[in-house]
Structure formats: structure tokens, C-alpha cells
């Protein structure tokens, strides 16, 4: 292979147009990358996005794309819906993998990717790679170094609101920017839990390691929203809570909710609290963190320097850059398939908890951050 990885970019819609393709197509990235393809289902969008970005190739039909013999990886920025199926058969072409938040919406999809990934030889980041932050990695060392004493619970989450409806890339009159949201309210991949607390999750898994159990209450709450002028019915969960259990009587509050919220990902014991990036109400000290506080746009991820710092969704930047390097350079990522597998069953498990009434065990786990 080049030294250039040549990206696909699956899916031209909110993501892909205030994100990926941005961060993808500036010049510094030249020696080490190049986007090549674009494809997108709607009408005249992949086109358009190929035009406005400078990519050589646009396809509708995502099939023509893995066949065209122009991409190395692709990025999945597609409905998370169809994330299994677009990433088996990237798989099934030798064609690595990153995938924006979530993987999957079921862990047996994730098993599949995972183990057919590695027969093939293909490399698989998945976003978000929360424990690439050092204040992620340095909270993980205070809580096991004691910083809070006894950890006795947690919680973290996000909430729908109208975020979506009010995404600037959706009432414009042109196919760049006038992209339907309809997707998040529903099935298969739809709801809070898959789109946002995926990041919470995350997170506070990266901190605390693999839990052990689930037991949630689920449904949904907003029945209809509303979206330029046209109504739309919610038939994918919007309104879910959820208790972890990581072992020895250590749980978590885990929400994905249509409104409201509790504040950042916290994390209690029995002499003190780390909430968001702080330890009792004092900031936490990092590597590289007088460098960021001084900076104006700094940011602690490694790629995300010059331009990129202007640009929104920095983080599923670096995630993509961190197959390339994997690509490239043969360095295995933390933001990787087997902790994206995790939050999956999570998720998964938590569904399959507010049905039954029951709760659910887990059984994958991942490397931790050490």
C-alpha cells in the first residue's frame, strides 16, 4: 500500500458536512491521506459534496464504491443503522473501518464485524475514542490512585432536546443543506442512547472499566416532533434509564432521555467527587493542559492542530486519524472495536432489560487504559 490511505467517506449528511470532510481535505493531510470517494443515497448530495470538497469520485450506491478499487478505509457516516451491514461488507473487500458513533446497534452485529474484521486482516477504530483525552486518562489514575476514596457510584448521560431539528446543515434550500433528521426517532439505531450517551459511556467505561450488568427502564416520551413544517412519529426509544453494575456494589446512572439532564459525567466515593474535569471543585492537573488553557483553540487530541482546530467534530477527526496512523504506521488505538462492542452490549443488554422486566448480564470487556 501508499503511503497515502485513500478514504472513502460513506454517508454526506450532517457529520460528513461539518466534519469529516473539512478536516479530511486540508492540505496538511496530503502526505498521509487523500478522500477519493464520497457516496450518499439522496439524489444529486454525493455529487454535491464531491464538487464542494475537491473528491474525485461520487457514487449513490454504496456497493459501487467498494467496487470501484479507489478506497483503502472508508469512514462510516451513514445511519447508524446501517453501520453492520455497510461495515461487513467493507470487510468482506479488505476495506478498514472507521465507523462514527455507535458500531452497531446489537452486540451479536459486533461480535460478527469484530471476528470477521480479524480473519480478514482488517483494522476497525470506532468512535468516539474517549480515552485518547489524558484528562480521561489522568481521572482513570486519581480513582484508582484513591483521589475520592472508596468509588461508590456514577452517572453520566445527554438528552435529545431539539438539537437535531436545529442543526444549521437542515433548512437551507439546497441537498447540502437541507438534510432530514427523521432517522434519530427511529428503528433500527434511532434514540438518545445510540447518538448521544454513547459519548458519557464511553467515557465513564474507559474510567472504570468493563460493568457487569444492566438493568433499565425504557420507552417513548416525545411521541411526535416536528420538522420543517412536517410531522414525524418517534417509534425508536427516546426516554431510557439505566443501572450499571461494575462489581462490589459499584453502580452507575446511565440516561439517554428526550429532555433534561443532570450535569457532566461524575464519579462520587467516600472522601470526594470528580465531576466533568474536576476533583472537589479544583481543576485537574494533565499533560498538556497549561498548553490548551493558554492556547485558543488548542485541543489535547494529538491531531487536531493548525486548521483543525477550527473545525467542528474535531474528535471524530482524530478518530479517523488514528486508523490512518493504524493504517500507515501499524499503531493499534485505544479508540478501538472491542471497547465500541462494550457500550454496544450496554445499550443492547439495556433494551433487552426494559422488556423483560429483567436484569441483564454482560460479558464482553476490553482493554483498559493503563
Known amino acids: 500500500m501508499s503511503d497515502i490511505v485513500r478514504i472513502g467517506v460513506v454517508g454526506t449528511g450532517s457529520i460528513a458536512l461539518r466534519g469529516i470532510l473539512p478536516h479530511l481535505t486540508q492540505d496538511d493531510l496530503g502526505d498521509r491521506l487523500q478522500v477519493t470517494a464520497v ?66 446497534t446489537t452486540v451479536a452485529e459486533a461480535d460478527d464485524l469484530i471476528e470477521s474484521a480479524e480473519a480478514k486482516g482488517v483494522k476497525i477504530a470506532a468512535s468516539p475514542g474517549e480515552m485518547l483525552r489524558p484528562i480521561n486518562r489522568r481521572i482513570r489514575e486519581l480513582v484508582k490512585e484513591g483521589a475520592v476514596g472508596i468509588p461508590t457510584w456514577a452517572h453520566t448521560g445527554s438528552a435529545f432536546g431539539t438539537y437535531h431539528e436545529d442543526e444549521g446543515v437542515r433548512h437551507g434550500g439546497d441537498v447540502l443543506t437541507n438534510i432530514n433528521p427523521t432517522w434519530y426517532y427511529k428503528r433500527p439505531g434511532g434514540g438518545p442512547l445510540f447518538d448521544m450517551t454513547v459519548y458519557g459511556l464511553h467515557r465513564l467505561t474507559g474510567i472504570l472499566g468493563p460493568a457487569k450488568r444492566v438493568a433499565a427502564m425504557s420507552g417513548v416520551r416525545v411521541h ?48 470526594g467527587r470528580i465531576a466533568g474535569d474536576k476533583l472537589n471543585g479544583e481543576s485537574i492537573d494533565y499533560p498538556g493542559r497549561e498548553e490548551i488553557e493558554n492556547s485558543p483553540g488548542q485541543s489535547e487530541l494529538p491531531h487536531v492542530v493548525g486548521p483543525h482546530r477550527e473545525i467542528e467534530e474535531a474528535h471524530v477527526y482524530e478518530d479517523v486519524m488514528q486508523l490512518v496512523d493504524w493504517i500507515r504506521e501499524d499503531k493499534p488505538t485505544v479508540s478501538n472495536a472491542h471497547h465500541a462492542r462494550h457500550v454496544v452490549e450496554i445499550f443492547d443488554a439495556a433494551y433487552r432489560s426494559a422488556e423483560s422486566g429483567q436484569a441483564q448480564d454482560l460479558t464482553s470487556t476490553f482493554p483498559t487504559v493503563d
Do not use: W
Not at 469512514?75 to 455507535?102: C, D, M
Not at 462490589?248 to 429532555?259: E, P
Open 39 to 104: 457516496c450518499d443515497p439522496v439524489p444529486g448530495r454525493a455529487e454535491a459534496a464531491a464538487e464542494k470538497f475537491g473528491v474525485a469520485n461520487a457514487f449513490v450506491e454504496y456497493e459501487e464504491l467498494l467496487d470501484s478499487g479507489t478506497v483503502d478505509a472508508v469512514s462510516i457516516a451513514s445511519p447508524i443503522g446501517f453501520h453492520y451491514e455497510q461495515g461487513k461488507q467493507a470487510v468482506a473487500r479488505g476495506v478498514h473501518l472507521h465507523f462514527n458513533k455507535t458500531m452497531t
Open 224 to 271: 411526535e416532533r416536528v420538522f420543517r413544517g412536517e410531522k414525524i412519529e418517534t417509534d425508536m426509544d427516546d426516554n431510557t434509564l439505566i443501572t450499571l453494575d461494575f462489581g462490589d456494589a459499584l453502580f452507575a446512572f446511565v440516561y439517554g432521555v428526550a429532555a433534561g439532564g443532570i450535569g457532566p459525567v461524575s464519579i462520587y466515593g467516600t472522601t
